[in-house]
């Protein structure tokens, strides 16, 4: 299989093939459909490469996909672009599904067309439907979601594939994902911490996750959750005992959304996930205690004290 070096500059077009392979390379027609494109449709391919696969040196190179999922995000979309064509590993695959945005998503979208192997512009059913259409075309062995606004670190994907080939039995990697507060210093999410699953979530910019467990457990319910399906689904690999990789380096940094009136809503989900993988007392114990939590934040917040939320919150800052 000849291997096709279409820029050297970018991570998402270095190892190409033109021999087409057999899975889904592109979502079914939708006549709601307002544009898609990338190197798929232009007859451009990826696959993952194992020891004495025809590279020069014989090294191991798995595909990693990149799933992107964004709707109205001109503002950030970019940055977040930018940070996955711009990895310094050699072999990533890039996915963007954009939920049918009305201002110039799309524009920035097909600017970086000629990086990215797939994307779409239709209406959806949501966030979680639309990360469950990126994986369903997805083909790398490991499989990261970053959503606009987000970004990988240089050398993110090297670390996790570093990792990976240590143990490439364990079903889940997670690094440190650092998020800007809003006087630009930043704190850190010490994720390989994984002793509070099922009782707190783990941050999902930094997380990457073995195609094999998707397609063995499922991906993300959109039934009942619209905020805290990937906590479901973090719960749900945990009970099954899929094996959790921690990273010591920082993966992703993450935008700081504030204290919204979602945070209710994600408390409700929440508890909807606790119930199923803890006693009842227990879930509702800590569904009041972030109810009362929110509350006060959002008191400190009204009367400007929000950088007491933050030192609260995430205690120690580096």
């Not at 490439?168 to 997670?174: D, M, N």
């Not at 945990?238 to 945070?263: L, R």
Request: a neutral charge; one cysteine or more.
């Amino acid at each position: 299989m000849k291997i096709i070096n279409l820029n050297h500059n970018f991570s998402t077009t270095r190892k190409l093939t033109s021999d087409p392979l057999q899975y889904p390379i592109l979502s079914p027609p939708n006549p709601e459909r307002k544009g898609e494109g990338g190197l798929r449709t232009k007859g451009y391919f990826k696959r993952s490469y194992d020891e004495a696969s025809g590279l020069s040196d014989n090294s191991p190179l798995p595909l990693v996909t990149i799933i992107t999922v964004v709707f109205n995000g001109e503002k950030y979309l970019e940055s977040t672009i930018q940070s996955v064509i711009n990895q310094t590993y050699d072999n990533v695959e890039y996915i963007v599904i954009d939920g049918g945005s009305t201002d110039g998503t799309v524009d920035i979208i097909r600017k970086y067309e000629n990086q990215i192997d797939y994307w779409v512009s239709e209406p959806d059913g949501g966030l979680y439907h639309a990360i469950n259409k990126g994986i369903s075309l997805c083909m790398g062995r490991l499989v990261g979601i970053i959503h606009a606004g987000d970004n990988y670190t240089l050398e993110a994907i090297v670390d996790v594939v570093e990792a990976y080939l240590k143990k490439t039995s364990a079903g889940l990697f997670i690094g440190d994902c650092k998020c800007l507060l809003r006087d630009n210093s930043n704190w850190y999410i010490r994720a390989g911490n994984l002793g509070p699953l099922p009782y707190k979530t783990l941050p999902h910019p930094s997380t990457f996750v073995s195609l094999e467990i998707y397609r063995k457990y499922g991906a993300f319910e959109t039934s009942l959750f619209k905020i805290a399906s990937d906590y479901e689904f973090f719960c749900r690999c945990f009970a099954q005992s899929v094996e959790f990789i921690y990273i010591n380096k920082t993966i992703a940094i993450m935008m700081n959304p504030g204290i919204s009136s979602n945070y209710y809503m994600t408390a409700k989900e929440e508890l909807i996930v606790r119930l199923r993988y803890l006693p009842k007392l227990v879930a509702i114990i800590i569904f009041l205690r972030s109810c009362l939590t929110i509350t006060g934040h959002k008191a400190l917040e009204y009367l400007g004290l929000w950088y007491l939320i933050e030192a609260k919150r995430h205690g120690s800052i580096r």
